[in-house]
């Protein structure tokens, strides 16, 4: 019965099977079972499927097709049994019916057949078998692990199962630490595949490449970054004061805003530059490599000084170019260049709240080197401000209360009635990541 035959077809779990010598052994997972076949002519092969006599009778296993080539361009209709005479009656005499000679056929499985998770389940041992890792996170081409220390012993053919099973992936590596550096780069030890760390990753509709090992990158933020970018209009200029490869920026620029893009690892600013040029956003994007509390100081400046690129023009159909041609339509004017900013992203959870003092007196003369802004910002037109920030408090309202107050610390002003604190994910079983917006307070920014 095929239920038999998916019964010879578990692994063994927690008893070191597959290894040898630490090593993984490939030619121990070869294993063949011989099943039943109706041998008939190839034309004959669909009448044998769909007869109901043989419904419990057809094989019926995971990734087995029902229907084998035979001798003589005859076709095999697998059956689930091995001997004849386990063959319901109806069943054996349909086949007779149909003429169908029932011959033995082997059917040949290896490593290649059983997935991820149960040939790791398979290999461990016994005390380990329960909590085996399972999944990974994959970043372009790269599997990225985490595995607990009483796996390492096994990091090297975890690495090769995953690589092997796992067409996309030419890369495992293994987290060796927690993210603590100021880059919020984390070091990895190479477990299988080619040490190639440069990755190219597709998210909201851009390519992003980077080297994984130098920069700060996490998938699990998609939704996040897709978030933000919905909130800006196409017409505003935004002000990502970390900006890391551009996953906020450069889908931003897409859209139509104008972007002013920063951030102080070098290597961040050399690939933010690169998926500017990639993404074909140019026009739209400025990147700078600096401190995000100097960066946040000369950004009105900078925007008043040297505007940004228009909104850009709507596309234009064959016909209406035509229009244009003959003189029949007005061509499209191109609309101001942008100096006015209308958000400031700033996602460094960790520390990014305690960088807001930055905004004090920020569109004061002091800062503006006696520039007069205050027509081009007022109440309504403030920027929003998008800070990520950590809080360990789990529930909302106390998360709130704690991000609120530590929000009025640095700004010295308590932030509008129209704050939003939108929770982002779990980062760890005490720690919730949000994301609080409010409009910079005028008396903060003017202030002196
Ligand atoms: C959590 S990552 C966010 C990157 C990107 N915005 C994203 O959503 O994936 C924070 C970024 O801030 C940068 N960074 C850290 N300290 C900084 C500072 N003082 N000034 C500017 N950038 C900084 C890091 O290099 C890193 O790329």
């Known amino acids: 019965m095929s239920e038999g035959i998916s019964k010879q077809l578990v692994l063994p779990k927690g008893r070191g099977f597959g290894l040898k010598d630490g090593v993984l052994d490939k030619d121990a997972f070869r294993k063949v079972i011989p099943v039943l076949a109706a041998q008939v002519p190839a034309e004959k092969a669909g009448i044998l499927l769909k007869a109901p006599a043989l419904k419990r009778s057809l094989i019926d296993v995971a990734k087995v097709k029902s229907v084998a080539r035979g001798p003589n361009q005859d076709r095999l209709v697998l059956l689930k049994f091995t001997n004849e005479a386990d063959l319901p009656p109806e069943a054996l005499s349909f086949l007779h019916s149909e003429s169908a000679e029932l ?24 005390e380990l078998e329960a909590g085996a890792p399972s999944g990974f996170a994959a970043v372009g081409h790269i599997a990225h692990l985490n595995l607990r220390p009483e796996y390492l012993p096994y990091k090297h ?16 590596v293994n987290k060796l630490d927690n993210i603590s550096t100021q880059f919020r780069v984390f070091s990895m030890e190479l477990l299988a595949g080619e040490p190639d760390f440069v990755v190219t990753q597709s998210e909201n509709d851009c390519r992003f490449t980077f080297d994984f090992r130098e920069v700060y990158w996490n998938s699990r933020l998609h939704t996040e970054h897709e978030r933000l970018i919905h909130k800006f209009d196409k017409d505003d200029l935004v002000a990502d004061v970390f900006a890391g490869v551009g996953p906020f920026a450069i889908p931003a620029a897409k859209k139509g805003c104008a972007v002013l893009a920063n951030d102080l690892n070098p290597s961040s600013h050399k690939y933010l530059t690169l998926n500017i040029a990639e993404n074909r956003v140019g026009t739209f994007v400025r990147p700078f490599c600096e401190d995000g509390r100097e960066f946040i100081r000369r950004a009105f400046n900078r925007a008043w000084d040297d505007p940004l690129a228009p909104v850009p023009l709507p596309k234009i159909s064959r016909s209406e170019q035509k229009e244009i041609r003959a003189g029949q339509r007005p061509a499209p004017a191109p609309g101001p260049r942008r100096n006015r900013i209308g958000h400031f992203v700033m996602n460094l959870p960790d520390t990014a709240i305690l960088f807001l003092d930055a905004f004090r007196g920020v569109l004061s003369r002091a800062n503006t080197d006696g ?16 800070t990520h920030c950590f809080t360990r408090e789990l529930e909302p309202e106390k998360a709130e209360v704690d ?15 129209d704050t939003t604190y939108h929770w982002v994910r779990s980062v760890a079983p005490q720690k919730e990541m949000y994301c609080v917006s409010f409009r910079l307070p005028p008396g903060v920014a003017f202030g002196s």
Request: aromatic residues 8%; proline residues 7%.
């Open 103 to 126: 011959v033995s056929h082997e059917l040949s499985f290896d490593y290649d057949y059983w997935s991820t998770d149960e040939v790791i389940h398979a290999i461990l041992p016994e």
């Open 157 to 172: 053919v975890i690495g090769q199962i995953v690589l092997d099973k796992n067409p996309t992936i030419r890369t495992v």
């Open 371 to 386: 520039r007069d802004l205050s027509g081009l910002y007022d109440e309504n037109s403030m920027p929003m401000v998008h």
């Open 403 to 417: 991000i609120r107050q530590r929000v009025e610390e640095k700004l010295g002003h308590p932030p509008g009635e």
